[in-house]
């Protein structure tokens, strides 16, 4: 897997999760998902986001220039 993939993935299980625990366990859980939903739109409006910068840190690789990530 390349890191758009990773990225993705992440974010989906940091959302799914801070909603059910906001659902079962403490409504505060979802300024988590609030979190989450900020780091994406700083991401798609400054093309930086913490959590590919710790990606990259961990050796995940990045999509090769001019593939396609839609397969």
Known sequence: MYLDRYLRLIAG??????VALGYFVNPLWLLFTA???????VGGTFNWCP??????????????????ACK
């Open 51 to 68: 959590m590919i910068a710790i990606l990259r840190k961990s050796g995940v690789r990045e999509l090769p220039e001019g593939a396609c």
């Open 13 to 18: 299980v940091f959302v799914l999760a801070s």
């Open 35 to 41: 979190f989450v939903g900020l780091n994406l739109v």
